[in-house]
């Protein structure tokens, strides 16, 4: 007797922990849209104790408990005594999105044109349908692009996820436009391209309220209403033209090239001679404003302001500061009249001759414009009479000055090696 009893308490403890263990199962999905629900079942107890998020929401003496909004439910079964709470279990009910806010960008469509529509994410849609009066534009996000027409319209948008579509956004009105036309480039025909020169660049085609605007490489140089733009340096360079409409239309791209200048020359005495610190392609020698001379070497035959203009082989031309020459300054240097280079000019090997009246020990020194020696030499004048072959083959063609000095004579002759 007294085993039977053992073995009906144990079966019954059994039974009561059993039932202790609090369960929730779900007939039907958890995650649902709004209007729907899900009901939730517990395991056998006598009172059943519902919590949502935590929250005490229904005492019942049933298993079930219907749910039609989102959280965390859990349940505590009191069973015979024996009390105990289940693990929670989430439900999320979604609802249709929210209308979309504006759309922005752009309200005027060209012809020709793509434009983007775009607005900002709208909470728990999945994608967008876009559309306009003439039908779905192109895209299923938050953005999507329409083709430019010479008609007006409006466009929507509609937000969807798996529990229907949110209501249509406001309308955003587009104008439609046309760009505009036959904008050929034209060029001014002033080449060659030297500094200081422009080139201009132009459309002939001009409407009322046209603003055009010019590119050189890509960055802005000038916007505004006047339809040419003088360029100053090389570069490639194209322009947009915007009507009325609010519609763009770009040239072709057309490169300008601007040759390489002399550099403005400068002008230096040697002797009784004007020439310049470099050789250029042409010389123009100028007494103020009045043309005197041509040729590298000029010699001035009176005081005044001198300028030279040069040029190279483009031809680019530039001119000199003016420089100043007083009479006194164009004297050769003190001593007799009677030395003398022949052939001046020379190629490389001339003759200087000179009557010193007495024997003498003469030094011969050869400097180029810059005062850099390129040749000294040490001569006997036995009777006085000097007659010296002197040989500059290796010498640069150019203007050099030969001094010529003794203890009683000092002479600076100036000559040119070609």
């Known amino acids: ?28 999905p958890t995650t649902f849209c709004q209007g729907g629900s899900v009901m939730l079942v517990a395991n056998d107890g006598d009172v059943y104790k519902w919590y949502e998020n935590g929250n005490l929401v229904a005492v019942l003496t049933t298993d079930t408990f219907t749910v039609n909004t989102t959280g965390s439910y859990e349940v505590v079964i009191d069973s015979a ?32 044109s793509t434009n983007t529509y775009t607005i900002a994410p709208v909470p728990g849609a999945t994608s967008y ?31 969807i996820n798996t529990c229907g579509n949110s209501l249509t956004s406001q ?53 505004g209403t ?37 550099g403005q020359p400068v002008i230096v005495q040697v002797g009784p001679t004007l020439t310049t610190t470099q050789v250029y392609s042409s010389w123009a020698w100028y007494r103020n404003t009045t043309y005197v001379g041509s040729g590298q070497y000029y010699y001035p035959t009176q005081d005044g302001d001198y300028k030279v203009r040069v040029g190279n082989s483009v031809p680019c031309y530039e001119e000199s500061a003016m420089y100043n020459v007083s009479y006194t300054g164009i004297q050769e240097l003190k001593g007799r009249e009677d030395a003398i280079i022949y052939p001046n000019p020379t190629t490389g090997a001339f003759t200087l001759t000179a009557d010193l009246g007495a024997e003498d020990t003469a030094s011969i020194t050869i400097t180029d414009i810059t005062g850099r020696i390129v040749k000294a030499m040490q001569v006997n004048i ?37």
């Open 81 to 112: 005594g024996c009390i105990d709470t289940s693990a929670a279990i989430n439900i999320i009910v979604n609802t249709v999105p929210p209308q979309p806010g504006p759309i922005s960008r752009p309200a005027i469509a060209c012809v020709f």
């Open 382 to 418: 036995p009777v006085g009479v000097l007659e010296e072959k002197i040989e500059l083959f290796d010498a640069t063609p150019g203007l050099y000055l030969l001094k010529l000095t003794t203890e009683n004579y000092n002479k600076t002759i100036s000559f040119v090696k070609q």
């Open 171 to 223: 309308p955003f009105p587009v104008t439609g436009g046309t760009p505009p036309t036959n904008i050929g480039v034209y060029l001014s025909s002033n080449d060659p391209l030297c500094p200081g020169d422009t080139k201009y660049i132009s459309t002939m085609v001009v409407h009322p309220g046209d603003i055009f605007t010019f590119y050189k490489n890509g960055n802005v140089v000038q916007s």
């Open 226 to 262: 006047s339809q040419g733009y003088g360029a100053t340096s090389s570069g490639s360079y194209y322009f947009t033209v915007t009507n009325l409409a609010g519609c763009t239309a770009q040239s072709s791209t057309v490169a300008i090239n601007f040759s390489v200048g002399p």
């Open 1 to 28: 007797m007294r085993v039977l009893y053992s073995l009906l308490l144990c079966c019954l403890t059994q039974y009561v922990q059993a039932q202790c263990n609090a369960t929730i199962t779900a007939l039907g």
């Open 129 to 159: 349908f876009w559309y306009c009066s003439f039908g779905p534009l192109t895209g299923t996000a938050t953005s999507a692009q329409f083709q430019g027409t010479t008609w007006s319209t409006d466009i929507f948008v509609t937000a």
